[in-house]
């Protein structure tokens, strides 16, 4: 612990005072509600920024599927011209002049939409007037998107064409066909269809910004070469053009985990087979118990259980994975492999069977042991940049975890019991309520 406290320490700013924590975050609340998460990092004169908001794909309007991807990808197509509350004007501007002007201040601008989170993320050195600069235009890409109707309708027939190409790839089709069994009708389950895509207007995408890129659900993570009040100061840049949202409607709860099998034709000589159900929140007390688990059951590559048995010892599978992806709602518990046709039954049974004994069983006190100290070892790999820990801080914010959570990461890991393993595997995990998707395979 103390090897992992120096390393950290290299990475940012120790602590002050009484409070000892080896990577300080920095939290506050801007009047205008947003949520500030901030590192400070001298070590090299750059800053990294996250602006997220609750904008991702469970928000696309009923039957318009790929809204929150579109609107998400338009951002940076064109700016309409604004006038400031002080009277200045600030002027259109189009797609090339938008990335010309990072490229002036040599900065690199990010983002997208997933399920539940998009936004946008800026690289940018921290001299002042390069930083100014690269902020405020990334502040107005966040607030004052002109969705040009020739962008919009290229990035629409390109979303379409990507779409079209999916349905003819064995590994996109079972993916899509996961979620859809696991989720039903719920709006992790919604999927992006040609039908939806050519529903999408430009009105929608103009309404959908309105909605949820708003300054009182901002997320705002920051690490690097910035004072505190420098900080503050580019948070409220950041903020300052969007406006203050509505609340947000309930999402109805995820459907229950229930037994069920899809199997979907393909020509491929493999079967493509994912096992899965809907399994872990986000803040979860079994998270670190799961995560250990997981390590030996499937998450562990060459070590694992899974692939052990299944491609070790009877050569059914070049790889076999298992993970669980935490989400504000119940997020999956996957299992993964391709098998060649023939073999799909018998592969399916020697999973299945070894999760059960999994369940069962638990794992052995040297799988455990190999486990923690491979997770722990790895741990300042996490955490090894900035960018990295930019990640991190972003999760913290987004879902309300612990300030200290990856000062704590490391202890968490080495506290989990192979007893603790066990139960929070059978709280999770039903091995007769499991949906299984095969794609290839006709029997």
Known sequence: MPKLKNLLASLAVVACGSAQAALQIQNWTLANGARVFFVENHSIPMLDVS??????????????????????????????????????????????????????????????????????????????????????????????????????????????????EDLTKPEAIADKAFWRTLYRAHPYGKEETVASIEAITRDDLIAFHDAYYVANRAVIAMIGDVSRTQADAIAQQLTMRLPQGAALPELPAVPPAQAQEERIAHPASQSHVMIGAPALVRGDPDFFALTVGNYVLGGGG???????????????????????????????????????????????????????????????????????????????????NNRKILDN??????????????????????????????????????????ATVVVGADK
């Open 51 to 164: 602006v997220e908001f609750d904008a991702g794909s469970r928000r696309d309007p009923q039957g318009k599927a790929g809204t929150a991807a579109l609107t998400n990808a338009m951002l940076a197509r064109g700016l309409a011209e604004a006038r400031l509350p002080d009277g200045a004007v600030e002027p259109a501007m189009n797609e090339a002049q938008i990335s010309d002007a990072f490229a002036d201040t040599a900065a690199r601008r990010g983002g997208g939409a997933g399920i539940e989170r998009a936004g946008a993320t800026l690289r940018t050195l921290s001299s002042e007037e390069e930083r100014n600069k690269s902020v405020m235009l990334l502040a107005r890409l966040l607030a004052q998107p002109s969705y040009p109707a020739d962008f919009f309708a290229r990035d629409k027939a390109r979303t379409i064409a990507a779409i079209k």
């Open 302 to 384: 060459f070590v694992s259980r899974l692939t052990h048995e299944v491609r070790e010892k009877r050569g059914l599978a070049y790889s076999v994975y298992s993970y669980f992806s935490p989400m504000l709602q119940p997020g999956p518990f996957q299992i993964g492999f391709q098998t060649q046709k023939e073999q799909t039954g018998e592969a399916l049974k020697v999973v299945r069977d070894t999760l059960a004994a999994y369940l069962r069983d638990g794992p052995t006190p040297a799988e455990l042991k190999a486990a923690k100290d491979n997770l722990v070892g790895g741990f300042a790999l996490r955490i090894d």
């Open 393 to 434: 801080i972003a999760i913290i914010g987004y879902y309300n975890l612990p300030l200290d959570y990856l000062d704590t990461w490391t202890a968490n890991i080495a506290k989990v019991t192979a007893a603790g393993i066990k139960a929070a595997f059978n709280r999770k995990i039903a091995i007769d309520k499991l």
